[in-house]
């Protein structure tokens, strides 16, 4: 079992950066690959990034590429999004979640209770 707590939201901005956090509990933390999503209002779950167990691979949607860096400690058990130069349009719920590469594709078993971030024009 992993718990995960975000941390770090806010309102900001356009734009201005944000850090968000995400503390995981447990001794196994390193063996997840880690993801951030976010939720508009009426709009669909949509991913943002990932990075690998390791932390060497990460992967980015299109519309954060250049402005959002995606990071984790192990030590620390913790994984971070970096958020820069923020548009309007990046005001959701964020949500950071720890999962597996499997057969199927990603899957992710665990979610943290989200954090808002609000972008203002």
């Known amino acids: 079992q992993v718990q995960l707590v975000e941390s770090g939201g806010g309102l900001v901005q356009a734009g201005g950066s944000l850090r968000l956090s995400c503390a995981a509990s447990?001794?196994?933390?390193?063996?997840?690959?880690m993801g951030w999503f976010r939720q508009a209002p009426g709009k669909e779950r949509e991913f943002v990034a990932r990075?690998?167990?390791?932390?060497?691979?990460?992967f980015y949607a299109d519309f954060v590429k250049g402005r959002f860096i995606i990071s984790r400690d192990n030590a620390k058990n913790t994984v971070y999004l970096q958020m820069n130069i923020l548009k309007p349009e990046d005001t959701a719920v964020y949500y950071c979640?720890?999962?597996?590469?499997?057969?199927?594709?990603?899957?992710?078993?665990?979610w943290g209770q989200g954090t808002q971030v609000t972008v203002s024009s």
């Open positions: 447990g001794r196994t933390f390193s063996s997840y690959l």
């Open positions: 979640a720890a999962g597996q590469l499997r057969i199927s594709g990603y899957e992710y078993e665990y």
């Open positions: 990075i690998s167990g390791s932390g060497v691979s990460t």
